[in-house]
Nanobody
Framework: QVQLVQSGGGLVQAGGSLRLSCEIS????????MAWYRQPAGKQHELVAR???????NYADSVEGRFTISRDNAKNTVYLQMNSLKPEDTAVYIC???????????????WGQGSQVTVSS
């Protein structure tokens, strides 16, 4: 069974920093793109940042220059470093990974459990 286990998040003042982690456990055959989404209360979820297996990244305009996504393939972990946080960054942050696992023929997208990030003004 494959699981994405998130850690980090919490409450921080505007201008502060937080780091989210998302570690994948289980039998993975192939790990491709990894990403972070967020969903503010009462709104639709949006893509925050994505990183390919080769390390290429892209970001939402709203976080460009403030957030950094990275991955450690040896640890099957993706990170999101969030700096200069703003109240509008408040949301549930959810990691995901596109991967093929042992015993499953095709690649699917798997999701973490979500982490609340609250930025106070």
């Amino acid at each position: 069974q494959v699981q994405l286990v998130q850690s980090g998040g919490g409450l921080v003042q505007a201008g502060g920093s937080l780091r989210l982690s998302c570690e994948i456990s289980g039998s993975i055959r192939r790990l491709n793109d990894m990403a972070w989404y967020r969903q503010p209360a009462g709104k639709q979820h949006e893509l925050v940042a994505r990183i390919t297996s080769g390390g290429n990244t892209n970001y939402a305009d709203s976080v460009e220059g403030r957030f950094t996504i990275s991955r450690d393939n040896a640890k099957n972990t993706v990170y999101l470093q969030m700096n200069s946080l703003k109240p509008e960054d408040t949301a549930v942050y959810i990691c995901c990974a596109d991967m093929a696992v042992v015993g499953v023929q095709y690649e699917f997208r798997y999701w973490g459990q979500g982490s609340q990030v609250t930025v106070s003004s």
